[in-house]
């Protein structure tokens, strides 16, 4: 029975959450822990009151039974209202607009029903952990197409054309292309340019395009974000989309996936992704009325939003500028999203590897990042750049601190 | 692009939801439907005040940020106080026990860990849908292995060794062996004895027993329930629980998975079971807290499920026997959960499939059950015995009627 695992879920790995044995332990030892691992906004800004409310009332009327497994009308109907108002994107809430549990169900989804060993992605790096790992354990073949650190992240469409074609000749099968926008780690937005030309090359190739757009709301440092279903009218898509972060209601765990299509590929899409979501009945319901609210109340999400998106702005502004006055790491200062992604100086430093920095970090200094690798990025920490300036400034000179004795 | 679906995705397919959009396009037209085809107890019973209650506190205290992959502590612990108290059961808190969106991402996790396109698992038939379709979606060949509905749906442990030793014979490599106990769709609650040998051959054959016991605690007509974690001490083997039937908590969508055992492959199942949690960060925070107490408030737990089983079997008795006094169906009145499965007499109606009963009865008398071949019990129906004994009666009438106009 040695060998009873399947032969992907050694790819079942996500570095954010890997060091919480050692976090528990440091922490039943009475030691505390700076996390900056998890982008988790709620931790630092509470939940909107507004929302929390229409949570209770939800509760409270009784609505705690299974509902569709699509998700409730009325939440349907404001995700498809919110597209089309701010990206002018007709999606049917009746037929284009599924919930799920988080965007993580959306990924298992996607891959479940697009991926059959050695079919092959493309995955731009660095990528969110997640989209990574969730391709792999279906046995997918990624295309790991980088962006360039050196020109701000900058993701050359001419090299990605040229990788689609030579994996296509070489046999492959290449489902689907996916993007995280803004991203996750690096807080890059893609300019329209960029993202008109990934439009085009999926279409060229007959390629589905996933656009992760969760951070849609969290721009700042005068970046304009563009919704990949403004460009892609015609083109086969999948927006995943969520409660999370724009409305900052993480352990809501409640994603949406939006396919606006109406050719034949996009309908197929549809219909495989409510069969997906028949199988597990529904999704959390009292949650899906909250979060209802929580888009429609545009007044109050306007309010708290704003007042978010500068805090973030702020604090990661700070945090840049901090760690690039160290001599160790260097930072391209994040536009969107709320993560900072620096590159360790290898050469000064006697660390083998950043999932070495990462654990000893920790084990040092009670810091908590998660190591770049994770996220294709070898050689960089992703650290989170949600907590007041005091905590992040400290952290951040505990860091430089811990590279300076471990220097060469 | 026409092939772009995954070569196993026409499996995800779940007959308990399939009907919705005839529903959806019959209430739109002012029809009102009778709906005996979902197992949704809080649509007749309340979910319990206090647990609704424990949920508002958790959301107004601010609990709605990501919280660990695997559950937090005091639902894990009330989890495995709960089995060592009804079971004897040692599950670490710790490392033995984790929280799922419901039992369907428990199944979603099994065989995304285990199987390989072509390996094998037993699945007893009639089987809840999901149990089979999330194992054809990643390419599972199912042994399908009966229940005897002559002898009140007996199971003949010979016949399973027999037939697992001839799957092996011709190469196949069996993972698992799946039973749903109390059952759903029959109601069947299986003896020790027959418990017992099952656990033997998983041992004797070095299968992974996997037992779904969510119905635990719905049990009546002089049943008594064994969870296979008291018989399967040393043997490899996984439990599903969840928050949906005995806690009457259907759209909180909180399942539990139980590892006991100590040994290596439980030792690597656990491991594997935590990665796949961390790829979905974690389960809706609010309705954990407010699961941990409707799990460790025994007073109130007590009362409510109590009540709530003596309606149950009072229900089910009055349905069971008003089925049988009709000369279209017969069932074996059930013991457990709450369905009941009769078997629809094809030589005397002019009705090919249980699927065009399903459709036309829905059509004809508005009334909604689910088709048996759906849990692989081709020819019955299924219907749910949770609603008053007036709807349950009127619902029955017409289905009678129903049967008498498409008679032969």
């Known amino acids: ?65 299974y509902v569709n497994p699509e998700g409730i009308p009325e939440l349907r109907e404001a995700i498809s ?17 599924f ?60 090299a990605l054309e040229r990788r689609i074609q030579a994996a296509k000749r070489a ?27 990934i439009v085009e090359i999926a279409k060229d190739n007959g390629i589905v395009l996933i656009s992760d757009e969760i951070y849609d709301e969290v721009v700042y440092n005068g970046a ?68 209802a609210e929580g888009i429609s109340n545009r007044k109050e999400h306007r309010k708290e939003v704003s007042a978010f998106v500068r805090a973030v702005e702020d604090r990661a502004d700070f945090a840049s500028r901090l760690i690039n006055e160290s001599e160790y790491m260097h930072v391209v200062p994040p536009r969107g999203a709320y993560y900072l992604f620096p590159k360790l100086d290898a050469k000064r430093l006697r660390l083998k590897t950043d999932r070495e920095f990462v654990h000893k970090l920790l084990e040092e200094e009670g810091v908590l990042l998660t190591r770049g690798s994770g996220f294709g990025g070898d050689g960089h920490v992703r650290l989170v750049a949600l907590p007041p300036k005091e905590i992040l400034g400290s952290a951040i000179d505990r860091i430089d601190r811990f590279c300076r004795r471990h220097s060469r």
Chains 1, 2 share one sequence.
């Open 81 to 97: 209202a919110r597209y089309r108002r701010l990206y002018k994107v007709s999606a049917s809430p009746e037929d284009s607009v």
């Open 171 to 197: 046999g492959g099968r290449v489902k689907y292309m996916m993007v995280t926008n803004p991203s996750n780690p690096t807080g890059m937005v893609l300019d329209r340019k960029t993202l008109r030309s």
């Open 224 to 291: 304009t974000f563009t919704s990949a279903s403004q460009l892609a009218k015609g083109v086969p898509h999948i927006i995943f989309n969520g409660a999370s972060k724009d409305l900052d209601a993480t352990g809501f765990r409640i994603g949406f996936t939006i396919i606006p299509g109406e050719d034949k590929v996009s309908m197929a899409l549809k219909k495989t992704v409510l069969d997906f979501c028949a199988l597990r009945l529904c999704v959390s319901t009292p949650a899906q009325y909250a979060v």
């Open 1 to 65: 029975m040695a060998d009873i695992l399947s032969k992907f879920s050694k790819y079942a790995d996500n570095a954010i959450e890997e060091e919480n044995p050692t976090v528990r332990a440091m922490e039943r030892a009475g030691k505390r822990i700076v996390k900056l691992n998890i982008g988790d906004p709620a931790r630092f800004f509470p939940t909107p009151k507004y929302m929390v409310e229409a949570y209770v009332r939800a509760l409270r009327e009784g609505k705690t039974t």
């Open 99 to 158: 919930i799920t549990h988080g965007v993580s169900e959306a990924l298992i989804f996607l891959n479940s029903m697009l991926v059959d060993p050695g079919n092959m992605a493309v995955i731009f790096k660095p990528y969110y952990a997640v989209c990574y790992s969730g391709f792999r354990i279906f046995g997918g073949v990624p295309i790991l197409q980088e962006y360039d650190e050196e020109r701000g992240w900058y993701l050359d469409t001419d």
